[in-house]
């Protein structure tokens, strides 16, 4: 087991809770060159509760925070042109949230599957602040303070969560930039999964972290990584290093529309390049992020480390030159932090 040594997190868990010398600068300006004319979008805030975009007063996208969240999450992600891309509690999987960040295992309790009948996991996911700040060109800032604890039991683990979601440029392609501070509390935190294939454990194992539920109504799916990688039928798990991979299929068959969503993987993210997490059966399309796919994280009282991806949401099938250039417009923003 890989035990990480990390510096004093530096967070203030207080009334300012979002006070933090950012180590990933926000990048909020650089998202995109030729955001598409405001005039054709909104932001719609619930406070406490959503944020959400739409454009000619039909959703594109929407952002869930609320109390009665199981945790944080994007549904329905969309086209600029209304076309579904992910999918929302699915009977095979009905903790999958669409576009979503989750830990499978916090010391020993799982996180990340929920029970069918009360939708309530063994360990709590609570959104404890949240800061919304809508900007006149469409595009949006959302802090979140996150507590992972058991029911009735003290933080065993914090996180600071910014997100950056750009306006739609010309093409109709849009950003959003994850970033999570986390930090464990007065003891000592292991975050795990069922282990992989790789490591005795079973074909699906593997998952945790930034995951992508493809829509039900999306076929002809195809995944590519930075590497070259691609894949077009079933498979569970894989388990490539790579700086990113894209999920792109046929969107609406009658059009034969194609679209897809490719994660970006920052290089100061922690572990990076990780492995991914690809799973493609039937209807069944997914894609996560591995920060813990080959091994487990420990993490010492107090001590931190730091998350950073990239949600490309994009027209077309992804394809390898235009996604390693998004890739380097993403990475060329900070230097790897020094460790």
């Known amino acids: 087991m890989f035990t990480a040594k990390f510096r004093s997190s530096g967070v203030r868990h207080d009334s300012n809770i979002f006070v933090k010398t ?4 926000s990048i909020t300006a650089a998202l995109c060159a030729l955001p598409l004319a405001s005039a054709q979008l909104a932001l719609k805030e619930v406070p406490q509760q959503s944020l959400a ?3 000619d007063g039909k959703l594109v996208w929407q952002f869930n925070f ?8 994007f549904h329905p992600l969309r086209t600029l042109d209304g076309h579904d891309l992910t999918w929302l509690r699915p009977d095979d999987h009905p903790w999958h949230l669409g576009l979503w960040f989750s830990w499978k295992y916090i010391n020993g309790k799982n996180y990340w599957e929920s029970d069918r009948t009360t939708g309530k996991s063994e360990g709590v996911t609570e959104v404890t602040h949240s800061k919304v700040t809508k900007n006149a060109d469409s595009s949006a800032e959302v802090k979140l303070r996150i507590s992972y604890h058991l029911p009735d039991a003290p933080e065993v683990l914090g996180e600071l969560r910014t997100l950056h979601i750009s306006p739609p440029d010309a093409s109709g392609a849009y950003r959003i930039d994850f970033n ?4 464990a509390a007065s003891e000592k935190v292991v975050l795990d999964r069922t282990p992989p294939q790789s490591a005795g454990g079973p074909a699906w194992g593997g998952y945790a972290g930034l995951a992508f539920r493809s829509a039900a109504t999306m076929t002809d799916r195809v995944a590519l990584d930075s590497n070259g990688f691609t894949h077009s039928g079933p498979i569970m798990g894989s388990g490539k290093t790579a700086n990113w991979m894209d ?4 969107v609406d068959e009658t059009t034969k529309t194609t679209a897809g969503v490719t994660i970006f993987e920052h290089p100061a993210s922690f572990r990076h390049p990780t492995p991914w997490y690809l799973y493609f059966d039937g209807k069944f399309g997914a894609i996560k992020s ?6 487990p994280i420990t993490l010492e009282a107090g001590k931190s480390f730091q ?12 394809g390898a030159t235009a996604l390693n250039a998004e890739y380097q ?7 790897p932090r020094s460790k």
């Open 53 to 55: 975009l739409e454009k």
């Open 329 to 335: 417009r993403y990475g060329g923003t900070a230097k």
């Open 66 to 73: 609320g109390k009665e969240d199981p945790k944080p999450f």
């Open 22 to 25: 950012a180590l990933i600068p």
């Open 247 to 250: 999920l792109s299929g046929t």
């Open 180 to 183: 999570h501070t986390f930090t």
């Open 307 to 318: 998350l950073a991806y990239r949600v490309f949401i994009h027209p077309g099938i992804g």
């Open 290 to 295: 591995g920060p813990i796919y080959a091994e």
